[in-house]
């Protein structure tokens, strides 16, 4: 094979395997606040002080890039290649924690840009070390298997774990609180009561704005004064001060329009809040597109609903101090009664999560649960009822449920409770 065709082999596999990386590492995965990481070698610190799992993410980091410096160091002429693929992994890198960070799609880590790096040095010497010990003439051959063997494993992952892309949910929420306590309307003048907080900076100012349902159409909202709410602070109470996290605001708006408010944070882009109005009318699914199930029940007709997946056939409302999950006739219930539903509960409180999650360093706790092991009895026509109690020892941030079935999410939504304090 002539080295020019090999060398536009080489760039063709090299495009597609970071294409495939910039689809894994931002363009798959589903919003989510982190809070950036910038303290060098934190993560090898871990993993020297025996963290396993924060060691195999790092050995997967520089694996990912172990292609990187192939290709790149094969496209190269050998003068200052060390320096060039050095360099291309580390801006390339950083574009994928910037994009993570801007985007909300991932943590902002350093340590990652180092990790890739060094991965890519590592594929460079692996080229480098194939141009000494092969053949000049078996070598484009054997560049091209091995980059096609790299474009393989890409693709692999992309099959594998594209399927898994449409499940993840808006988890931004874990990371800020939103509340409209109430609204008042004189004429087209709104007045919004409630509070906001973002976990890790309560500092942080909100900019509101109001986006018409159909249209898209969007009111700024300004916010007249921020507001001192002790009670959210004893809710919420940890490390950090809610105190001064209540706002009012004000808006002009059409009565009859529907519109979900949305938020932005500083370094981040414009986010929903879940929260639609009607005029004074607070509710937290677009009133076009929901149907309530036809129960009557005092959990459906005095209860909020906090979930709607008409797809699953399910609905999810919050009543009373406890969450009640609706299914109709179309849900898929597993046929040996064992339905897994997932009930994850994020918190602010991490200190108060039971001693078995704070043992595995995980951050939120987990009371998931058989549906028909607390399925109610009583006559519902056509639909099933499960009922769990909302944890009282630790402040309730943000819930995630959903179906679980054969070790993987059938679908998930995250919602926040409406607080009552």
Same mark, same amino acid.
């Given at each position: 094979?002539?080295?020019?065709?090999?060398?536009?082999?080489?760039?063709?596999?090299?495009l597609?395997?970071?294409?495939?990386?910039?689809?894994? &590492? /931002?363009?798959?995965?589903? =919003? %989510? @606040? $982190?809070?950036?990481?910038?303290? +060098?070698?934190?993560?090898?610190?871990?993993w !020297?002080?025996?963290?396993?799992?924060?060691?195999?993410?790092?050995?997967?980091?520089?694996?990912?890039?172990?292609?990187?410096?192939?290709?790149?160091?094969?496209?190269?002429?050998?003068?200052?290649?060390?320096? &060039? /693929?050095?360099?291309?992994? =580390? %801006? @390339? $890198?950083?574009?994928?924690?910037? +994009?993570?960070?801007?985007?909300?799609?991932? !943590?902002?880590?350093?340590d990652?840009?180092?990790?890739?790096?060094?991965?890519?040095?590592?594929?460079?010497?692996?080229?480098?070390l194939?141009?000494?010990?092969?053949?000049?003439?078996?070598?484009?051959?054997?560049?091209?298997?091995?980059?096609?063997?790299?474009?393989?494993?890409?693709?692999?992952?992309?099959l594998?774990?594209?399927?898994?892309?449409?499940?993840?949910?808006?988890?931004?929420?874990?990371?800020?609180?939103?509340?409209?306590?109430?609204?008042?309307?004189?004429?087209?003048?709104?007045?919004?009561?409630?509070?906001?907080?973002?976990?890790?900076?309560?500092?942080?100012?909100?900019?509101?704005?109001?986006?018409?349902?159909?249209?898209?159409?969007?009111?700024?909202?300004?916010?007249?004064?921020?507001?001192?709410?002790?009670?959210?602070?004893?809710?919420?109470?940890?490390?950090?001060?809610?105190?001064?996290?209540?706002?009012?605001?004000?808006?002009?708006?059409?009565?009859?329009?529907?519109?979900?408010?949305?938020?932005?944070?500083?370094?981040?882009?414009?986010?929903?809040?879940?929260?639609?109005?009607?005029?004074?009318?607070?509710?937290?699914?677009?009133?076009?597109?929901?149907?309530?199930?036809?129960?009557?029940?005092?959990?459906?007709t005095?209860?909020?609903?906090?979930?709607y997946?008409?797809?699953?056939?399910?609905?999810?409302?919050?009543?009373?101090?406890?969450?009640?999950?609706?299914?109709?006739?179309?849900?898929?219930?597993?046929?040996?009664?064992?339905?897994?539903?997932?009930?994850?509960m994020?918190?602010?409180?991490?200190?108060?999560?039971?001693?078995?999650?704070?043992a595995?360093?995980?951050?939120?706790?987990?009371?998931?649960?058989?549906?028909?092991?607390?399925?109610?009895?009583?006559?519902?026509?056509?639909?099933?009822?499960?009922?769990?109690?909302?944890?009282?020892?630790?402040?309730?941030?943000?819930?995630?449920?959903?179906?679980?079935?054969?070790?993987?999410?059938?679908?998930?939504?995250?919602?926040?409770?409406?607080?009552?304090?």
């Amino acid at each position: 094979m002539k080295s020019g065709s090999s060398r536009r082999y080489q760039l063709l596999f090299f495009l597609l395997y970071g294409s495939t990386v910039l689809w894994f &590492t /931002v363009l798959k995965r589903s =919003a %989510v @606040f $982190s809070p950036a990481k910038t303290e +060098l070698f934190w993560s090898y610190r871990q993993w !020297l002080d025996g963290n396993q799992k924060i060691g195999r993410q790092i050995l997967l980091n520089i694996a990912m890039f172990f292609p990187f410096g192939f290709f790149l160091g094969g496209l190269l002429k050998r003068r200052a290649r060390l320096i &060039t /693929v050095a360099v291309s992994a =580390a %801006v @390339f $890198s950083l574009l994928i924690e910037s +994009l993570q960070f801007i985007l909300m799609r991932g !943590l902002f880590e350093l340590d990652d840009v180092v990790s890739n790096t060094l991965g890519a040095l590592l594929g460079l010497g692996f080229a480098v070390l194939l141009e000494k010990y092969t053949d000049r003439k078996r070598l484009p051959v054997l560049k091209n298997a091995i980059g096609l063997v790299f474009v393989c494993v890409c693709f692999g992952v992309y099959l594998y774990y594209r399927g898994t892309a449409n499940q993840g949910a808006d988890s931004t929420s874990r990371a800020y609180c939103f509340q409209v306590d109430s609204a008042t309307l004189e004429g087209r003048a709104l007045t919004l009561n409630g509070f906001a907080f973002r976990c890790a900076h309560p500092e942080a100012a909100p900019v509101l704005s109001l986006r018409a349902s159909g249209s898209g159409e969007k009111k700024p909202l300004t916010i007249i004064e921020r507001c001192a709410r002790p009670d959210v602070n004893r809710y919420f109470s940890c490390e950090f001060d809610y105190t001064d996290s209540g706002f009012t605001a004000s808006a002009d708006v059409e009565p009859d329009r529907e519109y979900e408010i949305m938020i932005r944070w500083p370094w981040s882009p414009l986010l929903h809040t879940g929260v639609y109005l009607t005029g004074t009318d607070i509710h937290y699914v677009p009133e076009k597109e929901f149907a309530a199930p036809a129960l009557e029940a005092d959990f459906v007709t005095d209860g909020t609903i906090r979930v709607y997946r008409p797809d699953f056939h399910c609905w999810v409302y919050q009543y009373d101090g406890a969450l009640y999950w609706i299914a109709d006739r179309g849900f898929l219930f597993d046929e040996d009664g064992k339905t897994l539903i997932q009930y994850q509960m994020w918190t602010t409180q991490i200190e108060r999560l039971p001693a078995r999650r704070l043992a595995h360093d995980n951050l939120w706790d987990n009371i998931s649960a058989d549906f028909e092991a607390y399925e109610l009895d009583g006559d519902y026509g056509n639909y099933r009822v499960m009922r769990r109690e909302l944890p009282q020892a630790y402040s309730l941030l943000s819930i995630v449920t959903g179906f679980y079935q054969d070790g993987s999410w059938v679908w998930k939504n995250y919602f926040r409770p409406i607080y009552s304090f």
